[in-house]
């Protein structure tokens, strides 16, 4: 038996601020508006696609804008691969982390801890509910769901994609209601 409080803390962990098709829909300005000053983003299926090796000339321009408008920008990524990660951060001018082992949250506060940096005043960015949105969630900060960059995904990733977008219906709400509050 799930009790109330046991309840809201699922939804907490579990409903995205924000949902987007992709990163190029989040309101930077908006968001920086209202005290938000740092981004960390997943890299696999949120700026590049599982197969690619470098992020898109419209990415690189996406986060010279998020620089731009006085954001700090970091990488956070679960994938085991430091070349793969580094290779994306130095392309991107940005500093990150692999093998972050979201959800768990002790990387990425560690990581921000080490340059003095707020994350409630982070916004959490990446395409799976089960890590990126629940250890933003967890931190504090505001967490910012979006649609994977490869639309086919292996059998697990199918599954496990099944699986968040029910959690997001039957738990947060629906999908359609969780955009709707990100449209405001």
Not at 129 to 154: A, H
Request: hydrophobic residues 40%; charged residues 25%; contains cysteine.
């Amino acid at each position: 038996m799930i009790y109330a409080s046991q309840l809201r803390l699922i939804r907490s962990l579990l409903s995205p601020n924000l949902v987007c098709s992709s990163i190029h829909d989040i309101p930077l300005e908006q968001l920086m508006k209202s005290g938000y000053t740092s981004l960390w983003l997943d890299v696999d299926n949120t700026l590049v696609g599982v197969t690619q090796r470098e992020a898109t000339l419209r990415t690189l321009n996406w986060i010279q804008a998020a620089k731009s408008l006085g954001y700090s920008v970091f990488i956070v990524s679960n994938n085991r691969s430091q070349l793969r990660v580094d290779r994306i951060c130095t392309q991107l001018g940005v500093d990150g982390i692999y093998r972050a082992m979201k959800p768990l949250p002790h990387s990425l506060k560690d990581f921000a801890q080490s340059r003095k940096i707020d994350l409630r005043r982070g916004i959490i960015v990446g395409d799976q509910l089960f890590t990126d949105i629940i250890v933003g969630n967890w931190v504090r900060g505001f967490s910012v769901l979006v649609d994977p960059l490869d639309k086919k995904l292996s059998l697990f990733k199918t599954v496990q994609r099944e699986l968040e977008l029910f959690f997001l219906e039957r738990v947060a709400g629906s999908s359609r209601s969780i955009r709707k509050r990100a449209d405001r």
